[in-house]
């Protein structure tokens, strides 16, 4: 099973089967990471690059060379796009993710170390950067084992750990929307802001279990919904979910422990709108929120937690038949229990 870590320190310094250089593509050594691999490396990586390489090496590509005096058995080096030249194709950064691992099945690496590529001189911006890696490397198909994603500071490295931190929220919900996919038009979700602000928890149920009051939003019957907080780490359904773990994967989980859910292919206009959700959830790779002591959810879920970025709240569901409950508690607005708070962690 792929797993992928956030390491801060040297890239030179990784007891790994193989290193990734961010190179130029002369492949004839540069600065930044490339200088220093070349150096710790010794002179036996140039002569590689110049053998196997005479003509450079095409942006977005990879190949790999002999890694001297490394603790690694190999470099693989990859040409990522010049951001600040205007190369700002994002496709170009993936695949140099993308063909930096698939040179590594092609040498049987099951260990293997990622700077942030075109971060540095190239002057990618660092927090999409670090998702086009982590989503990337998460989803590809390979038998290498162990990814690194080494940082050069406690900074940035703090920014790959909430990014990693963010995709099993992010997958969860990707689970869902790939059963509304497969007509499970009644699922919804609740997520929202614990009053610590601590932790993301979400509630997943079915349409006919959700008030969604305004300032008090609440399943009404726990038992028949499945849970998750971040503070319970990768824990999803009875199993680990982590940003490698794919959606089908949870969508399976999710109809395991919710066996009553079944298909009805009815509420196309629900579908639509978490669609537009997810839009906005993948491109700021942060998880909704439903409500919080801290904001107004009447103008919509927010993305993030205080980011601003806003999506309106739900439609009514279709037609359906209401489930009897106990009339709604009076509680202040500002005030909602940690156990009814199904919620987000702010990233």
Known sequence: MLTITAVCGDITAQEVDAVVNPANSAMRGGGGADGAIHRAGGPAILRDCVERFPNGLATGDAGWTTAGDLPARWVIHTVGPNYSTGQTDRSLLESCYRR????????????????????????????????????TIATVNTRVEDVRLVAFDSEVHEQVLMQLASKTPIRILQGVRVLHQRGYHRLRILPGASPSGMHWRVAITAADNLIDHVSFPHVIDLDAALQYSTGGLAEFAGSEVTVTTRPESVAELILNALPGTAPTDDDPAYVSWFAELMRLVEQFQLPPIAYADYFDASAGWEIGGGGGVRHARPPEPATIVPRRSAPMPSLPSTSIPDDTANALYRL
Not at 115 to 129: H, K, M, N, V, Y
């Open 100 to 135: 930096a691992v698939e040179v590594a099945d092609e040498l049987g690496v099951r260990s293997i170390a990622f700077p942030l590529i075109s971060t540095g001189a190239f002057g990618w911006p660092r927090r999409d950067a670090i998702a086009a890696a982590v989503e």
